[in-house]
């Protein structure tokens, strides 16, 4: 049995898939977080959260690294860690410092810093002659405009160092461009408590349909596990809406998809102990990297694929933290294709409604998670607003975009918000 430390996590599906992967590993884990209630708060009435079902829950500064690492020693010389974790983007970067500390596998703390940091994969994907956009990155309004307009509008303008789509906008024209600028001075902490570095980066607006690429690296090898497509509505916003397990490409698109990631992941040297989610977008002029995540897919993809596969990359991810070979093999699920759709609303106010219906009982359904009456809603501007998903598979071949398209037009339809 291997213990290993898990620090903080995202509260949506990876915060429960994680728990439920190291124990049918075989394995027991101590949780370790500065804020407990974070928890607390995001379990249903009457119920405890997976992660609180730790060996042992401690709770410390894990925003404060130089006051971390020695703390993470001193449990480490009693609880004796095989592998330490964590799902939540904001805490990537502070495993990897902890794992290179306590001689734990992992990928190396520049590697997933560089990754971690949108500016720092563009500079190093530039550097190692990778095609992109072109792009600036600036902390000051005047060295900002000024580089807006030398790339040309329209252009993406995003912060460095935030997660889900947040504060990420289509920009075509200075007036907007101060807007997001405006906006991201004013969010100065993430909802972690960590002060995020001001500055803004902008990058030339790509077209074509945006794929990820799901990979696991052990050994200094990369395995491709297989391509998600991604539909995105919402704009000026990049709200993720839906996804499908694999992506309809022709073989010519998914390969160039998948040499693409691995070349990114070479670049930025994670290439061992990492399960990597990479997004691209299949432009006029040939594939681009969009970024790098050094984790499993966010959004259930992760499930998407085991619906198809019967790959389990939460296990994937615990087995490459404990430095062992993950296992990838295939089996036969009866799934040719799973797909994914968000309910995201358009405006704020109050739900009283869902078309819902016999929806658990349509063709295909395998998962429904939908929001209660009487929730108050946000208009959405990220991924972190979605009243509810629905995920479907097809056993014959590509439908089950189409499936799940048919079942989110009859809950909108419902959609009744005051």
């Known amino acids: 049995m291997a213990h290993l430390l898990v620090v903080e996590s995202w509260v949506g599906s990876m915060s429960r898939l994680l728990p439920r992967a190291i124990r049918e590993g075989g394995h027991e884990f101590t949780f370790l977080t500065r804020d407990l209630h974070h928890y607390l708060r995001s379990a249903p009435e009457g119920t405890a959260h997976p992660l609180l079902g730790a060996r ?8 404060d690294l130089d006051a971390l690492l020695p703390e993470v020693e001193r449990l480490h010389s009693v609880l004796g860690f095989d592998g330490v974790i964590t799902s ?42 990778l095609p992109g ?10 060295g900002l405009a000024s580089a807006a307009r030398e790339i040309g509008y329209p252009l ?66 990369v395995h491709i596990v297989g391509v998600t497509d991604k539909s995105i509505g919402g704009a000026p916003a990049f709200i993720e809406t839906g996804h499908m397990f694999p992506a309809d490409l022709s073989l010519a698109d998914t390969d160039a998809a998948e040499q693409t990631a691995l070349g990114a992941l070479k670049a930025l040297g994670l290439t061992d102990g990492v399960v990597a989610h990479t997004e691209i977008k299949l432009t006029s002029a040939g594939p681009r990297v969009v970024e790098v995540n050094p984790r499993p897919a966010g959004n259930r993809i992760t499930e998407l694929v085991r619906h198809v596969t019967g790959i389990d990359l939460a296990a994937a991810f615990v087995d490459v933290a404990l430095g062992r070979a993950p296992d990838l093999g295939r089996t036969d699920t009866g799934l040719r294709s799973a797909a994914i759709g968000f309910l995201v609303p358009d405006r704020a106010g109050t739900l009283e409604a869902l078309g819902a219906g016999q929806l658990a009982d349509g063709e295909g359904v395998l998962e429904v998670q939908l929001a209660e009456p009487g929730k108050t809603v946000k208009a959405a501007g990220s991924n972190n607003e979605y009243l509810g998903h629905v995920m479907a598979g097809d056993p014959e071949g590509l439908g089950a975009r189409d499936r799940v398209e048919g079942l989110l037009s009859g809950l909108r339809a419902g959609l009744v918000i005051r």
């Open 133 to 142: 956009p072109r792009f600036a990155v600036h902390e000051e309004w005047a």
């Open 88 to 129: 939540c983007d904001y805490y990537l970067p502070t495993v990897a410092r902890i794992a290179g500390h306590l001689g734990l596998p992992g990928p190396g703390p520049e590697a997933v810093g560089n990754a971690c940091r949108k500016d720092a994969t563009r500079r190093v994907l530039a550097d190692a002659g």
């Open 156 to 221: 993406v303008a995003k912060p460095v160092d935030l997660c889900a789509g947040m504060y990420v906008r289509r920009v075509d024209d200075e007036a907007q461009l101060a807007e997001v600028f405006r906006a991201l001075a004013d969010f100065p902490v993430n909802a972690r408590g960590q002060r995020r570095t001001p500055a803004v980066l902008l990058e030339e607006l790509l077209d074509g349909p945006e794929v990820s690429v799901e990979t696991v690296s052990y050994a200094g090898a």
């Open 56 to 63: 042992n829950v401690i709770t410390a500064d894990t925003n």
